[in-house]
């Protein structure tokens, strides 16, 4: 089948991203200075309804098809990125060229046809599908679409906006990779004017991202559609037929998002989830995302490469002269400028290629993520500048080998990273920037400088931190087909600026299965179209690769390739699916050192995508859960355990020469993993030491030595006198390994009475019909939950204080950490993670409209100590200043509490809010922003400057707990946005949020 036709809509030209844009002025005939490039803010002031207009459902209104149920296709494609029958119908339904499609156990997921499918019947018949002749017309008629429809009674929300994570969650069997919470179609409309001096200037609306299938309206007139969730795309404003100019005419965009349907495995959400901009230009100006400055040196040259795309939509064929200077903003190089002249012809885009020597240049790293500016400019015959285009630009070499791995700049090192999801407590996949840098700035805390894109682009502003920050990055696409080449067209285009992006991945683990071999060799080609020197590679086998990843594979499995394919480079792309939580703690250590183990291999790269750096909505594996438990950082930001064996054997077991290691100190690691209330006989402790020591309610023990760096230590803790054969940890439906089995017991009573007999020897016992009895002293962090229908209970030691101290080889003392037992609550304490000098996010929330900030809510007694046993039930709200509270959360992944509640139970004595500043006196252009918005929402944009400004006061209560008050300082300085705090970030003196952190 044929589905290039489809594909190729996605491959059209736009108007230029503005989001690294510097605006410049001119002046015009002797008139006031006017902006070359005006990037004015348009997420503001949006009308929102949950759910389908009345006139329409989820689907695009066409979708026709004759039931094929039992029938078998030849001439399809596997579209492997649809998991329900459902999704691959209704994908199937946008696509025009698609007249087929089959889901059930023959095809694999989810089949594709186009018109040259045949499909017969077929004695197996376990597969549903659908046929039609041909794809009628899309429903564009929607009342809601009207210009003249009244949304007056409709919420008025910001964008972005993530409207599923605000729904309720509801127990669907079928649906635990979306987290449980039901997929819609919602519409957003906007009322705006247009400045009556932009009249003759190109203007377009800039969404960086919507999910997932977006349907476009301008005054009622329908304009276009997106149908990737992941990458941007533009709507032209200015051509539209009755676009109207003046503070006293209105216009109104309305965009349907239908996110009933997904493409992965996961929670993706649904809305307007990403940043929106309007953007007024010169008829001639740059293309979307036309500016390349090539990140990769050109060894054979010595030469920087510039390609730059420009566009007209004047009459006539005009002259232009295009320039590129390349400046170093801390003067240790001259500017650098090349000039070319352009002819330009209307509605045909051109492309200018430069090549700028690049002597002494300071090459970008890991360590020293070094940056330039780049500025591009279009000139007119007259000399008047036309558009001009200003980006940060880093310049590294880079190489793959069959038989070494990677090297950059000419040194050899392993990667060291994580893979992600797009996901946080409380706000979904509408994740504000300081977030991001919080979680780039934790990756590099743990020893992470890789970060996988899994399993798509991500926000533009992202890309940003890694260039800063020194992390380097795989950039994977999502959908993979014929169908969906335009997608990864878009994600190269936009992102190839980039200095730490050093692999394109087309696919992800099974859905890199295609039943030809085009689909590889057509992704190669549009990457290599746009960006020719930076190696394709993929999580999974396919076609044209020049980097082979191997997701979850044993060191067997690297052996075998590398044996047939010695040249191929070769990478561990995703490892360690090791789950665990901060309460009821399974320490799964072993799973993360074993399958790390083959990045270690010399021929490999290194492992790069480590299953997962924070947990994420969706893939739960079942109700009640509803996030998965893979992360070492759970979906409210609180580290987990295995966070901390990261910080041992990527961080303090690493030189600080190593070239892959990010640029931190090298500080001892002390870590009891376990919680008070958690603890048997032994307590598990992570030690950077030679030996290691507990002290138990001040009692010292012996000394141990460390014989296995890098592991955690067992170290031996007196078993608790028991009282009237109490067993306090309830084991009811969890099988604990390390016990004994008593076959002269038949009933549970019967077990647990032997168990209280055997005295200190027996701290749990464990019953179920048919493994009978089992008694012991196994650690609770051997206790996985169970199918078996298993009851028992396990002892604690009462808790004071436990102190283990970590030596040297001669005996002192290099570093220690200390757990305490508490009370009874008594109140509620609050602490500022984001921003914070601890988290390396700055020290004050931007008064730019989206700034947001991490609250921690802790449960203490009345010493202060934290409660981790005793769930309590905490209230958030702003008490005063410029905020308000945008979402909760406490890492459980059993929290079924509205993720936009002010009310949520603590879960190891912690909960999380999350606070947004609701005033505008920093974003550019926001005299624009008050002249073209016509609604008036919950942020007040102040066109001037705001002067003083109280900071944010928020307070935490719980009945019959002492309530709990903070401050957020707020800031109107751009130095302090969280790009500019990146930059100043890079060479952190700690992370001390991890080392400090309780719980």
Known sequence: M???????????????????????????DGAEAVAVRECVPFDYNWRFRYGHAPDGGP???????????????????????????GDCETACAYNPDCMVWQSGALSGNCLHGGADAVCSSSKHGQQDGGQRKTAQPMKTDYKFAAKSFNAIDWKIVNTPHDFVVTGDFVSMPWDYHHAFLPRNVSWYRKEFHLPSDWKGSHITV????????????????????????????????????????????????????????????????????????LIRTN????????????????????????????????????????????????????????????TMEAGHPQTV??????????????????????????????????????????FRQTHWSGASGFSMNGNAFKFRGFSH??????????????????????????????????????????????????????????????????????????????????????????????????TGLSFRAAAKALDPNR????????????????????????????????????????????????????????????QNSPGLLPYVSGSLGVWTLFDYYGESHGFPSVTSSYGNFDLAGFPKPHAYWYVLNWMAMISTDDYGRPPLPSNHVTRILDLPGEITTRVEVLSSGAALQLIVNGKPGDKVEVTNPGEPIQAKVDAPERVNCSFPRNLTSVQCRGLDHNGNVKTPGQCKSACCDAGPSCVIWQFAEKQGCWMGTADLSSCEPSEDPWVGAGDIVTVKNITALSFDTTGKVIGSHTILGAAQASAISLELDVPSPDTGTGTALVLDGHDAALVKASVVDAAGVLVTDQVVNITFRVAGGPGALIGIGNGDNHLHANAKSDNVPSYGGLARGIFQVNLDCVSKHRDRIVQIDVDHGPTTVNPGACGTVDSISVEASSPGLQTAHLTIPVSTSAEDLPLPVAKKSVALEGFPFLTNFVG
């Open 353 to 394: 290629r430069i090549a700028i020597p690049a002597s002494n240049i300071q090459l970008w790293s890991i360590k020293k993520p070094y940056l330039y500016e780049a500025s591009v400019v279009i000139e007119g015959a007259d000399g008047s500048i036309l558009d001009t285009h200003t980006v940060s630009v880093g």
């Open 283 to 342: 008829p001639i100006h740059f293309t979307h995302d036309g500016v390349f400055i090539s990140p990769e040196v050109n060894v054979t040259t010595k030469t920087i490469d510039v390609s730059v795309e420009l566009e007209s939509f004047s009459t006539g064929s005009p002259k232009v002269l295009v320039s590129c200077t390349i400046s170093d903003p801390a003067g240790a190089m001259s500017n650098i400028t090349a000039k070319m002249a352009v």
């Open 535 to 594: 190696a394709v590679g993929a999580n999974g086998g396919t076609d044209g690769l020049d980097v082979q990843g191997i997701s979850h594979g044993s060191n067997a499995s690297f052996i075998n390739f590398h044996k047939s394919n010695p040249d191929m480079p070769l990478v561990l792309s995703e490892c360690c699916s090791c789950q665990t939580q901060r309460m009821n703690r399974i320490e799964t250590t072993t799973c993360m050192h074993d």
């Open 421 to 518: 999801h797009n996901s946080f407590t409380g706000v979904g996949t509408a994740i504000p920037d300081r977030i991001h840098l919080f979680r780039a700035q934790a990756s590099r805390a743990v020893g992470g400088s890789f970060w996988r894109m899994s399993h798509n682009p991500y926000l533009p502003a992202l890309y940003d931190f890694l260039d800063v920050l020194g992390i380097i990055s795989w950039d994977e696409n999502r959908d993979y087909g014929m169908e969906y080449v335009g997608a990864m067209h878009d994600m190269v285009k936009r992102d190839r600026g980039h200095p730490s992006i050093v692999v394109w991945s087309y696919c992800n683990e099974v859905e890199c299965t295609q039943y030809n071999k085009q």
């Open 59 to 85: 689907g695009p209104g066409n979708a026709d098809f004759t039931d094929i149920s039992g029938q078998e296709c030849t001439n399809v494609d596997h579209n492997p990125n649809r998991y329900a029958r």
């Open 206 to 277: 800039y969404f960086e991202g919507v999910f997932h299938v977006a349907q476009i309206w301008v005054n009622g007139q329908y304009v276009q559609m997106h149908t990737c969730g992941y990458t941007g795309f533009t709507v032209r404003l200015d051509n539209v037929t009755g676009i109207l100019y003046g503070n006293d005419s209105t216009n109104v965009i309305a965009v349907r998002v239908d996110a009933t349907f997904g493409s992965g495995h996961w929670y993706e959400g649904g809305g307007i989830y990403r940043r929106t901009h």
């Open 2 to 28: 044929d589905l290039r036709g489809f594909a190729a809509v996605f491959l059209f030209l736009m108007g230029l991203s503005c989001v690294l844009a510097t605006p410049v002025t001119f002046e015009k």
